[in-house]
């Protein structure tokens, strides 16, 4: 049976919901599925209830995930998985859905989340996906941004590196940067974006503290010069250096707070 005729058959079963994620007032979805740990990410600071499935990597290194998150099916932007898990909607992630969306029907909702780099993006991301689920996004947004308003700032602010397992780094418009300054540090990369780093670069950086992510939970490669050769390894130690957890970062997510959070934690030990 083809991917079409599957999607029909499914669709006639599956409990219809409101198929806008920006309806007005959509219905509450029974079943509700997300296919990336991004996704995953947003469900949790919203409390949505009637979770029924997370993503393939929901029970990895990088989840955050429960015990009772992790019992739970994992799906993945496949219009076959996802018709099969008979959901009522959908949370994709950046990028994800522009296939498996056409053959998922009347009766199940859709949110695709933007990609982002700052918290402004967040916000706006949590907005829409609470919208899709028919609640409000207003508690959460609020919680996160007192949680912003409550850090102290650092007079001077500390110069920061953040370097990726892979040895890339980001600059402004990046959300590596945005934890960088919402924590009160100066990121020392100025260009805008995210950029690989080579080691005659990093010889002429002095942070007063190196940023890392992905070095203690990340998958190991041929590009994890970081972690591989012994003169990135020297620079490295020759700074105090703070691992942000993968798992608080898939993408710019609500994680980023807590990032910030315990990046301005780290901040104010090294400036005591």
């Not at 990028?95 to 056409?102: Q, T, Y």
């Not at 953040?162 to 590596?176: E, H, K, V």
Request: hydrophobic share 40%; proline share 6%; glycine share 10%.
């Amino acid at each position: 049976m083809d991917i079409a005729r599957k999607a029909a058959a499914f669709s006639a079963v599956c409990v219809c919901v409101s198929t806008n994620a920006a309806a007005d007032s959509p219905e509450r979805p029974e079943r509700i599925g997300s296919t990336s740990l991004c996704g995953d990410a947003y469900l949790r600071v919203l409390n949505a209830d009637n979770l029924a499935a997370l993503s393939w990597q929901s029970r990895s290194q990088l989840s955050r995930s429960s015990e009772a998150e992790k019992a739970l099916p994992q799906i993945w932007d496949d219009p076959e998985v996802i018709l099969g898990a008979r959901l009522d909607h959908v949370v994709f992630g950046p990028g994800e859905g522009h296939m498996s969306s056409k053959f998922l029907g009347a009766g199940t909702g859709v949110t695709s989340l933007t990609w982002s780099e700052d918290m402004d993006g967040v916000f706006a991301n949590l907005d829409t996906l609470a919208a899709g689920l028919g609640r409000s996004a207003k508690p959460a947004i609020y919680s996160l941004k007192q949680r912003l308003a409550a850090l102290t700032m650092p007079d001077p602010k500390p110069r920061i590196l953040y370097l990726s397992r892979s040895g890339g780094t980001g600059g402004p418009g990046t959300f590596a940067d945005a934890v960088i300054r919402a924590a009160g540090g100066e990121n020392l990369i100025t260009t805008t974006g995210w950029h690989g780093t080579e080691m005659e670069t990093l010889i002429g950086l002095k942070p007063d503290l190196i940023l890392t992510s992905y070095f203690e939970d990340g998958y190991d490669s041929v590009n994890s010069n970081p972690v591989r050769h012994q003169a990135f390894k020297d620079y490295i130690a020759d700074y105090p250096r703070f691992e942000i957890p993968g798992a608080l970062w898939p993408c710019a997510g609500p994680g980023l707070v807590e990032a910030a959070e315990r990046l301005n934690g780290r901040i104010l030990d090294l400036i005591e």
